[in-house]
Nanobody, 122 residues
Framework: QVQLVESGGGLVQAGGSLRLSCAASGRTFGAMDWGWFRQAPGKERTFLAVFRRSDISTYYSSSVKGRFTISRDNAKNTVYLQMNSLKPEDTAVYYC???????????????WGQGTQVTVSA
């Protein structure tokens, strides 16, 4: 069992930065691959970034590649999403997720955090 708690969301001006954290509890942190997703009002939850533990590789959606970075700190059982050059269209609730096998499909993730709101003003 893995429990996830996100933090770090807030209000930021366009062009600014935020770092989201996803703290995980449970013994299986090291056995998981990690994803970040977001959901804007009235829209589906969409893939942003994923971290694969087997080869420490990362993948990003085209909308955030070059601006967002996913990383993992094993000592702190925490996964991060560094977000730079934020745009108003990045406004959404952001979620981290964990699954033993990497996937970009949110429907295939078993463990989810509660979400954290990110609002980017123009």
């Amino acid at each position: 069992q893995v429990q996830l708690v996100e933090s770090g969301g807030g209000l930021v001006q366009a062009g600014g930065s935020l770092r989201l954290s996803c703290a995980a509890s449970g013994r299986t942190f090291g056995a998981m691959d990690w994803g970040w997703f977001r959901q804007a009002p009235g829209k589906e939850r969409t893939f942003l970034a994923v971290f694969r533990r087997s080869d420490i590789s990362t993948y990003y959606s085209s909308s955030v590649k070059g601006r967002f970075t996913i990383s993992r700190d094993n000592a702190k059982n925490t996964v991060y999403l560094q977000m730079n050059s934020l745009k108003p269209e990045d406004t959404a609730v952001y979620y981290c997720a964990a699954e033993p096998r990497m996937t970009m499909d949110p429907n295939k993730y078993t463990y989810w955090g509660q979400g954290t709101q990110v609002t980017v003003s123009a």
